[in-house]
């Protein structure tokens, strides 16, 4: 008895509280129970609607045709060529997805400028030989790998998209010179005579014979060896200098002194904001749908603010869709268009936005 009703109490809660439920990303269960692509229709305008996305940064609204020839005509350059017109799709700078994008601005510089030198720095990595005759191979090779890997991440993080974390750059220049700061004894000391290197360069140094004042260089050819390496470290500790000097600009929450943000790390990190944004409007739309709070009812729900802010009356879809409408479409192009400049004004609607709702969470 007890089972029975526990089942009916199931049942009769299933019927007294639905539950809206939808498909994600276009996957159902398959007969092994995994997940294989759905075919019904549904399915495929959500593929599509996903890859205009991708493609444009913009989100798919049938009832915004212009936000979507906006985006197009940003994303598509046309152009005559012999009498027929070619189209030719432009990756921009930055987008609402972090990796459609590019490094831009200054970090652009900081990565080029670490790219090149880490193209030059390896190939002399690779050609060191030890002049020391009880040198052990297997422990050069390891030495050698960390170096390695080091300076290829170390390029990798700082050409983030949104940004590297500074932490870590930081942590990639210690293993390699002892210390990350240009300041600390240890790396001046590196700097003054690249012999003198400390951290996993110093130990890479023992490991091939190579003295503080070269006095274990007897041959031509060790010569140039050892200056191969004194090079590599040098390429080493000026790119520690550059980030040293740079690093600040970079920081996601405030700088010392009042020092100005690098505006190109910037604009992709408030696109990333933005595209959170959308998204968040989204969910909001879903979790209406999963209590049948429908697109028809939000036409018509209005809302209304405090009396003192002087604002009108406005339904719920309007406003939904205004802060959809401006963090997918106007917003990048703001940016994109106009700089910091665009920056000042996505910065005074964005705070508009948030007072409204605001104030509609006070309204009784």
Known sequence: MATIKKITTAVQDAVIYPILTKE???????SNGQSVPSTDGASLTRTAQNAIRELLGWRYRADDPKGFLAALNKAVDLKMVEGHVE????????????????????????????????????????????????????????????????????????????????????????????????????????????????????????????????????TIEE??????????????????????????????????????????????????????????????????????FGPEERQVALLTFDLLTNTEPITVAELLSWIEQFASVEAPQLLEDCGKNGVRTVSETLKELRNMLNDIVKTP
Do not use: C
């Open 24 to 30: 994600v990303n276009g996957y159902r269960g398959g």
């Open 87 to 218: 189209s030719t799709w432009k990756a921009r700078p930055f987008m609402v997805h972090a990796e459609l994008g590019e490094v831009t601005g200054a970090q652009a510089s900081i990565y080029t400028r670490a790219k090149v030198a880490s193209e030059h720095a390896l190939p002399l990595l690779d050609g060191l030989t030890p002049i020391r005759g009880d040198a052990r191979e297997d422990e050069i090779e390891s030495l050698r790998a960390i170096v390695r890997s080091a300076w290829t991440e170390l390029v990798i993080e700082l050409g983030i998209v949104s940004g590297p974390r500074l932490k870590r750059v930081d942590e990639y220049f210690r293993q390699l010179l002892g210390k990350s700061d240009p300041k600390e004894p240890v790396v001046q000391k590196a700097i003054a005579n690249p012999a003198l290197v400390e951290g996993i360069l110093g130990d890479l140094g023992s490991s091939f014979g190579f003295g503080f004042d070269g006095d274990t260089v007897l």
């Open 223 to 292: 010569e140039k060896n050892f200056t191969n390496f004194l090079i590599l470290v040098d390429y080493t500790t000026s790119l520690l200098q550059t980030w040293a000097a740079q690093k600040t600009y970079l920081m996601r929450n405030g700088t010392p002194n009042g020092t100005k943000k690098f505006l190109g790390t910037q604009l992709v990190r408030l696109s990333e904001e933005l595209a959170v944004i959308v998204e968040s409007v989204h969910e909001v739309y879903d979790a209406m749908d999963s209590v049948f």
